[in-house]
């Protein structure tokens, strides 16, 4: 699974969290990889979703 970053964005507003597969091309290049419990503990944090695009949503909709 790979990671959105966080932190704040250009607009100075705080990004949103998405966890998508490995191979999303909607992935950020420079994304953290994560297992599937450090990604389910990531969709825990508010304003969080996974990426429907490559099918984390389903993958990991019935664990979060």
Known sequence: ME???DGTGRD???RRFV???ADCPEA???ASELDVFAA???LRLPGAVACSEC???VALGPLA
């Open 3 to 5: 990671g959105a970053t």
């Open 12 to 14: 100075g507003r705080p």
């Open 28 to 30: 950020p290049a420079d």
């Open 40 to 42: 389910l503990e990531v």
């Open 19 to 21: 966890v998508h597969v």
């Open 55 to 57: 099918g984390a949503d």
